[in-house]
């Protein structure tokens, strides 16, 4: 039986899903192909990820992927100050890409459009009277420029408040010109709304992250870490708000720790780990891994999880999966928006002491939490949270 064209244009190529953008997008992307044929338009900006390039071929009929030079698309991303858009806009412009898109819908008859991320709209706005568009933003990117402003000074603070007001902008274009506007969490979604006008606000609505619940099990067949792991933080390290994370957390926190617990120490695992966080490398009970086949042994052999996001938007991967490894979990407000569970194993606060005293208990009394793991069982697996995207098309299926 032939299944119905969709064309899926995704900011990333979506895999492996070893980072929160990519563990969505793989999921949707998963999800999607089993009721439609997938024709995949994705970028690829890590060189790491070309041999992943066929993986794609079992979830899609056709794929289109276009490396991505960071370097130059930061230089396009300058034009933005002659043009008047957003530095997003022309960082992901691409001849290519819009060629391949406005060759491949009247070629394969595709009218259903899944974008994930907003700026990948771009590419089907010429196209908008003859498709059923459905957006997944992911999360209000507009703003965490102005978080970003927020945190700085001078010049920098008027670049990322002009990168706030720009992309916001363009959010709102994208929402108006597409069926369905989607979001990580009811939060998120709440968000968005507050800058739309109302008669769009039915438009958006929250989509929830899962877990692989059986890829993240503390029962699963995995390589144990032969090193002792006392303290994880899990994420990729060139990402912005993991890095401040870990500096806040580096500098406010773990000092406190270590005059309580001389000898424990703190991994930072993740691929791409800026200069900044490199050095913190071997200093005072420290460790970088830099880019790791499987972050399952270091959650498995922690005996806590941190999540100390000073600047977040949406569910955050790192929190959902030590959940579901039956981790204790101690995270800021920012890092737990979203997520619902409350149990007296996921301790939230801002406070650096108050983060200090939480890590050191899990320290002191190391322990399995089976009630963490069960929440996620009972509300975030992905077969569950993704049950409704496809019924998001305007096609008999």
């Given at each position: 039986m032939n299944k119905p064209p969709l064309l899926f244009l995704c900011h990333r190529i979506p895999f492996p899903p070893n980072k929160g953008d990519k563990i969505r997008s793989f999921n949707m992307l998963k999800v999607l192909s089993e009721r439609f044929d997938i024709y995949l338009g994705s970028f690829v900006d890590d060189p790491y990820d070309w041999q992943y390039a066929s993986k794609m071929d079992k979830y899609c009929k056709q794929v289109f992927l276009i490396n991505q030079n960071k370097t130059w698309s930061k230089i396009k991303g300058l034009t933005a100050f002659i043009s008047g858009k957003s530095i997003s806009e022309p960082y992901y412009a691409n001849s290519k890409m819009q060629q391949w898109v406005d060759k491949t819908l009247p070629q394969?008859?595709?009218?259903?459009?899944?974008?994930?991320?907003?700026?990948?709209?771009?590419?089907?706005?010429?196209?908008?009277?003859?498709?059923?568009?459905?957006?997944?933003?992911?999360?209000?990117?507009?703003?965490?420029?102005?978080?970003?402003?927020?945190?700085?000074?001078?010049?920098?603070?008027?670049?990322?408040?002009?990168?706030?007001?720009?992309?916001?902008?363009?959010?709102?274009?994208?929402?108006?010109?597409?069926?369905?506007?989607?979001?990580?969490?009811?939060?998120?979604?709440?968000?968005?709304?507050?800058?739309?006008?109302?008669?769009?606000?039915?438009?958006?609505?929250?989509?929830?992250?899962?877990?692989?619940?059986?890829?993240?099990?503390?029962?699963?067949?995995?390589?144990?870490?032969?090193?002792?792991?006392?303290?994880?933080?899990?994420?990729?390290?060139?990402?912005?708000?993991?890095?401040?994370?870990?500096?806040?957390?580096?500098?406010?926190v773990w000092p406190r720790i270590r005059a309580l617990h001389p000898n424990a120490n703190f991994y930072v695992v993740g691929g791409n780990p800026t200069a900044q966080v490199k050095s913190l490398n071997n200093t005072n009970g420290i460790v970088v891994t830099g880019r790791v086949k499987d972050v399952r042994p270091f959650i498995r052999s922690a005996k806590v999880s941190v999540a100390p996001l000073q600047i977040a938007r949406g569910i955050q991967n790192k929190v959902l999966e030590a959940l579901s490894m039956a981790k204790p979990v101690v995270a800021t407000s920012m890092a737990i928006e979203g997520i619902e569970a409350k149990n007296e194993h996921i301790r939230v606060t801002d406070d650096a002491e108050q983060f200090c005293s939480a890590v050191c208990h899990y320290l002191d009394t190391p322990a399995e939490v089976p009630e963490n793991r069960q929440w996620i069982m009972e509300n975030l697996q992905w077969t569950a949270t993704m049950s409704k995207l496809a019924g998001l098309f305007k096609v008999e299926l």
């Open positions: 394969q008859q595709i009218t259903q459009v899944f974008i994930y991320s907003s700026v990948m709209a771009m590419f089907t706005s010429s196209h908008q009277q003859r498709i059923h568009q459905v957006v997944d933003y992911v999360d209000v990117d507009s703003d965490k420029w102005r978080q970003y402003a927020d945190n700085k000074t001078g010049i920098s603070r008027w670049v990322y408040r002009r990168e706030h007001q720009k992309l916001k902008r363009f959010e709102n274009r994208v929402c108006e010109r597409s069926q369905h506007a989607l979001f990580v969490s009811d939060p998120e979604a709440e968000l968005f709304k507050q800058q739309l006008p109302t008669l769009q606000h039915g438009k958006v609505q929250g989509l929830l992250n899962g877990v692989d619940v059986d890829y993240f099990s503390p029962d699963s067949d995995i390589e144990a870490v032969t090193e002792q792991v006392d303290v994880v933080f899990t994420g990729a390290m060139d990402y912005w708000a993991n890095v401040d994370a870990v500096i806040w957390f580096v500098n406010h």
